[in-house]
């Protein structure tokens, strides 16, 4: 599984692909799934940690160790893919439904609960 292994940090890739006639919340929820991917491929935890994680989410993900927690947590990760099937909003709570792939690894839809924080969303838990 491609978050087996780092399902506990929340941590999880995003898309490059946003479909064109999206817009408003989803259009927003969609460009952090994107940034997710792009920022997971590059291995800039940093901004996992600082700018895409709600505070919660940053605890669980080690607090003050979250940027080296993930390091290592995704060190086998490798061309890690994302495709947002669906997305819910509810008020500033959300949810996108998505299909992760990397390399050597099956397919495998998961759930990411995206909160409003900060005066925009962001990731707070990541169900499979």
């Known amino acids: 599984m491609l978050l087996a292994s780092i399902i506990l940090t929340g941590c999880l890739p ?3 692909d946003e479909p064109d006639q999206v817009s408003g919340q989803p259009k927003e929820i969609a460009n952090v ?5 792009r920022v997971t491929r590059r291995r ?12 919660s989410a940053r605890n669980r993900a ?17 061309k890690a893919r994302i495709r947002l099937l669906d997305v819910e ?9 998505v299909r992760t792939t990397a390399e050597g690894q099956t397919a495998v839809e998961e759930t990411i609960e995206l909160m409003r924080e900060r005066g925009r969303y962001r990731i707070s838990a990541l169900e499979s």
Not at 44 to 55: A, G, K, M
Not at 89 to 97: F, I, K, Q, Y
């Open 33 to 37: 799934v994107g940034r997710l991917e």
């Open 62 to 78: 080690g607090g003050k160790d979250c940027v080296a927690l993930l390091r290592e947590t995704a060190k086998d990760v490798r």
């Open 14 to 16: 995003g898309s490059d």
């Open 44 to 55: 800039q935890f940093n901004v996992l940690c600082d700018e895409l994680f709600t505070r």
């Open 89 to 97: 909003v509810d008020g500033n709570r959300a949810e996108a439904r």
